[in-house]
Nanobody, 123 residues
Framework: QVQLVESGGGLVQAGGSLRLSCAASGRTFSNYAMAWFRQAPGKEREFVAAINWSGGSTDYADSVKDRFTISRDNAKNTVYLQMNSLKPEETAVYYC????????????????WGQGTQVTVSS
């Protein structure tokens, strides 16, 4: 089992920045690829970014590329999502997820999820 706890969400103005954190406990963190997803009210959960076990490979949704950065610190069992130039339409609950092995864009590939953290971007 892997337990994931997100933090760092909040209210920010359009154009602002936030850094989300996801602390993992349980199994060996470095065995897992990690990802961030988000879900806005009335919409499906969508892929945002993913990172492999070492941090040497990342993937981003086109909508966040060049504005968001995913990173991880295996010594701290934590994955981060730095979000810059936020837009009101990015208001959502942000979730981190873990996948044993490689990363994917499909949420169905992730067996472990956090409870989510709310990000609200005001216009």
């Amino acid at each position: 089992q892997v337990q994931l706890v997100e933090s760092g969400g909040g209210l920010v103005q359009a154009g602002g920045s936030l850094r989300l954190s996801c602390a993992a406990s349980g199994r060996t963190f470095s065995n897992y690829a990690m990802a961030w997803f988000r879900q806005a009210p009335g919409k499906e959960r969508e892929f945002v970014a993913a990172i492999n076990w070492s941090g040497g490979s990342t993937d981003y949704a086109d909508s966040v590329k060049d504005r968001f950065t995913i990173s991880r610190d295996n010594a701290k069992n934590t994955v981060y999502l730095q979000m810059n130039s936020l837009k009101p339409e990015e208001t959502a609950v942000y979730y981190c997820a873990a996948s044993l092995g490689t990363y994917y864009r499909s949420r169905r590939a992730y067996g472990y999820w956090g409870q989510g953290t709310q990000v609200t971007v005001s216009s």
